[in-house]
């Protein structure tokens, strides 16, 4: 069984832990935490040279510069 929670970090208690305790009773538990997404363009565009790689990349492809193109079989697919 999987079920995901969304929840503020204020809202967690041990009225929670408990529910999760009563679902899962038993069972043994892999937890992961994590935070809202952050945008992807945002995060490569954060450093220097990811940036530059990135708009020299898109710069290319709008100009036809530079492009490799492979099959599917070449890919492996």
Same mark, same amino acid.
């Given at each position: 069984?999987? =079920?995901?929670?969304?929840?503020k970090a204020d809202e967690l208690d ?5 529910? =999760? ?40 492809i709008e100009n036809k510069k530079n492009? =490799? ?9």
């Open positions: 069984m999987e =079920v995901a929670y969304k929840i041990s009225n929670f832990l408990e529910s =999760v305790k009563k679902l899962f009773k038993n069972k043994t538990l892999y937890i992961s935490i994590a935070t809202e997404a952050e945008d992807e363009t945002a995060y490569l565009l954060s450093n220097e040279k990811n940036a530059k790689r990135l708009l020299n990349a898109i710069n290319n492009i =490799v193109y492979k099959s599917a079989q070449e890919l492996g697919i």
